[in-house]
């Protein structure tokens, strides 16, 4: 029926948005089924299916970091067990050495048989922020943590679901049996049952798909559809020019990258020597982080509508000293790297690139909690500007995609209320395109609690490109009942009493090209 040889244009494209879909169907099964305020509201989750290997065919669009980074969590898996893995097994994984983020970001991986029970197909994968995964601060987004084991509880390919039965009583040993156990067991029970029922939704859905069209023909398009994305990838190096940035960091590290272009191969190489070496703070990001933040940049210089997946790798070459702190060794601490230091890996590559100008840089990581309650929340700012075009006011930047929870429901769930949130005037960064503008947001407690900011650019400003103005740099500070105000550090943990409000004002992004007056 098809010719398998090479790819039909028509069919490529049924194939490619069929792939995306499952995971959709994923992710909608997730946020429907899921406890947590974190996943349910912020929809903090990413789905994916990937191939007998363990690379990423197709994803949902739903948060860069954790795309970019999950196939490095499935080769682990089958690496380490490969050979023992069995129809209605799902395997649990954290581990920020083994493709993980951050402790906070567990995975669910489900291998899929075929019919006959006898052999691994594809996997399936749902990655959640949960909102709490034990560690010295509630919520798990430990400021000041200096080793992996003060980040909470560090799962590497543990067994949750064997043949098809829910092992909840050693998983309930594991969130217990450790010196910062997870503070709210019962969610994270639920949340990771949620992740399940998303995997066995793309299991379902893939069976579905080889019913359909036959084995032969899922697993060609699966090499396609990665091909299509190489040479949409190799497409967009072939416009690009050598560059080199420098990213100096609030704290002092330093980030360096140089592209490379090779135009016969239609290649780059990404060389990150230079960059500081592992750090004693939270700001070593993973390998696999890393590599996201890569793939993610590449991604967006494609015009094509293509699913993120393996392909858009292959024409990169990524050099990462081992023992910088993008490639940090156990047990460095790293619940920052996943999200602040990133970020900070993308606009330092479109600044060697030269086609946009720094977002806010920052995922602005707010939590709070005591034994009952423990929120995390990332919040929006302003978006660097292009080369013909401006920033967005008040958006999720480059490797986060989350929202923001309703007031009403963050108001109903806990006992904060939302006393502001607004645009931040002129923060973003002037030229002749202006970077978008952060925002400002208090929230203000009605009982005691610890709350924790994890940011950035409170320091040194968001740049600008081509003679662009940087945005304004961010702010925390709280505001005691009493009326005192205290300016709080980008990375710090305070605690807070009734009636206390903590106001985070999010830095704007740079601005592209010089001002022309008007």
Not at 163 to 174: A, D, I
Request: hydrophobic residues 35%; proline residues 5%.
């Amino acid at each position: 029926m098809y010719n398998l040889s090479k790819p039909d244009p028509i069919y490529l494209e049924i194939f490619k948005n069929l792939y995306q879909f499952i995971a959709e169907q994923m992710g909608i099964t997730l946020q429907n089924t899921a406890s947590s305020v974190n996943i349910k509201e912020r929809l903090d989750f990413s789905c994916a299916i990937f191939d007998q290997q363990g690379l990423l065919v197709a994803n949902a669009p739903h948060i860069p970091v954790h795309l970019g980074s999950m196939s490095e969590s499935i080769k682990s898996l089958i690496q380490d067990k490969g050979n023992s893995l069995q129809p209605g097994d799902v395997y649990l994984s954290n581990n920020p050495y083994n493709g993980g983020t951050h402790l906070p970001d567990v995975t669910a991986i489900t291998p899929v048989f075929d019919e006959a029970k006898q052999s691994i197909l594809f996997y399936v994968a749902s990655r959640g922020h949960q909102a709490d995964i034990g560690g010295i601060t509630p919520g798990s987004m430990p400021p000041h943590s200096t080793s992996i084991l003060e980040e909470g509880i560090l799962f590497d390919n543990f067994l949750l679901v064997k043949k098809g039965q829910f092992r909840e009583q050693e998983l309930r040993e594991v969130l217990a049996n450790n010196p910062y156990p997870a503070r709210n067991t019962e969610q994270n029970i639920a949340d990771f049952q949620a992740q399940i029922a998303a995997n066995e939704k793309g299991v379902q859905e893939l069976h579905k798909m080889v019913l359909n069209y036959g084995l032969e023909t899922v697993q060609a398009y699966m090499n396609f559809v990665q091909d299509n994305a190489e040479e949409c990838v190799r497409k967009a190096i072939d416009v690009l020019t050598d560059g080199e940035f420098t990213y100096t960091m609030d704290q002092g590290s330093i980030i360096k990258v140089k592209v490379t272009i090779d135009s016969q191969n239609r290649s780059a190489t990404i060389d990150f020597t230079g960059t500081s070496p592992q750090l004693n703070s939270n700001f070593n990001a993973p390998k696999a982080v890393t590599q996201a933040a890569v793939l993610y940049v590449f991604r967006t210089l494609v015009d094509d509508n293509i699913p993120l997946n393996a392909g858009c790798l292959k024409p990169l070459h990524l050099i990462i000293p081992e023992g910088c702190m993008l490639n940090p060794k156990y047990p460095a601490a790293v619940v920052a790297g996943n999200v602040e230091t990133s970020q900070v890996i993308v606009d330092a590559l479109y600044g060697a690139l030269a086609v946009l100008a720094a977002s806010q840089g920052t995922m602005n990581n707010f939590t709070f909690g005591n034994e009952k309650y423990q929120y995390y929340e990332t919040i929006c700012g302003g978006s660097g500007a292009g080369i013909n075009f401006n920033g967005t006011d008040a958006v999720h930047t480059h490797m986060t995609n989350s929202r923001l929870t309703d007031p009403e429901v963050l108001e109903f769930r806990y006992p904060v209320l939302v006393e502001e949130f607004k645009i931040r005037e002129n923060s973003g960064g002037k030229g002749r395109y202006s970077g978008g503008n952060g925002v400002i947001r208090k929230i203000k407690f009605l009982e005691p609690m610890t709350a924790n900011i994890l940011s950035g650019h409170r320091i040194i400003p968001p740049f600008g490109l081509a003679g662009g103005e940087p945005g304004k740099v961010g702010k925390n500070w709280v505001k005691r009942h009493n009326g005192t105000e205290e300016i709080v550090e980008s990375t710090a943990t305070v605690e807070v009493e009734s009636d206390d409000t903590f106001i985070i004002e999010t830095p704007g992004g740079g601005g592209f090209g010089v001002m022309v007056d008007s």
